[in-house]
């Protein structure tokens, strides 16, 4: 994640994928996410339920967890994009990155017991919010890659 935040411009740029182009891309994943978050296919998968007879798990990238996977670069490139070049914008960023890596580090280790405590429809409820907030902050992606590629003022 720290590679790709300081140095995510720089691999699009010599792969000539522009600013915009990857934020339409990185908000059309995280609202992939935000609906498998909505509809509980991520539930479902994580409960153990059988998915289709001829999905492979072994082409999913089993090292890249979804905590640091392409939704989290996408968003990390995307943020220090918007930063602008001032150094410490950047380092602001990056230092809101760690902070909330510790923060999802807490989360995993309170999570079984919340888990007990909401029950099944309380985490539910919660997921479905937070997919609807995780969905609008990928529309905005798209609309901030849309007019930043001069498609709409």
Same mark, same amino acid.
């Given at each position: ?27 059309? #994943? $995280?609202?992939?996410?935000? $609906? ?7 539930? *479902? ?9 001829? *999905? ?7 090292? @890249?967890?979804?905590?640091?996977? !392409? ?6 490139? $995307? ?8 150094? @410490? ?18 989360? %995993?280790?309170?999570? !079984?017991?919340?888990?007990?405590? #909401?029950?099944? @429809?309380? @985490?539910?409820?919660?997921?479905? $919010?937070?997919?609807?907030? %995780? ?7 798209? +609309? ?7 498609? +709409?003022?």
């Amino acid at each position: 994640m720290l590679l790709f935040g300081l140095a995510g411009e720089m691999i699009l740029g010599f792969i000539g994928i522009s600013m915009p182009a990857f934020r339409i891309a990185g908000g059309i #994943l $995280l609202f992939l996410t935000a $609906l498998d978050m909505l509809f509980e296919r991520r539930t *479902h998968r994580r409960e153990g339920q059988k998915s289709e007879p001829d *999905h492979d798990p072994s082409v999913f990238p089993l090292a @890249t967890p979804l905590i640091a996977g !392409p939704g989290a670069i996408a968003s990390i490139i $995307l943020l220090v994009g918007q930063a602008g070049p001032e150094w @410490t914008s950047t380092a602001a960023v990056l230092g809101l990155m760690v902070v909330m890596m510790v923060v999802t580090y807490g989360f %995993l280790l309170a999570s !079984p017991p919340m888990e007990r405590m #909401l029950g099944r @429809t309380g @985490t539910i409820v919660i997921t479905r $919010l937070l997919g609807m907030l %995780l969905a609008a902050l990928a529309v905005q992606f798209v +609309i901030d890659g849309v007019r930043g590629a001069g498609m +709409i003022s």
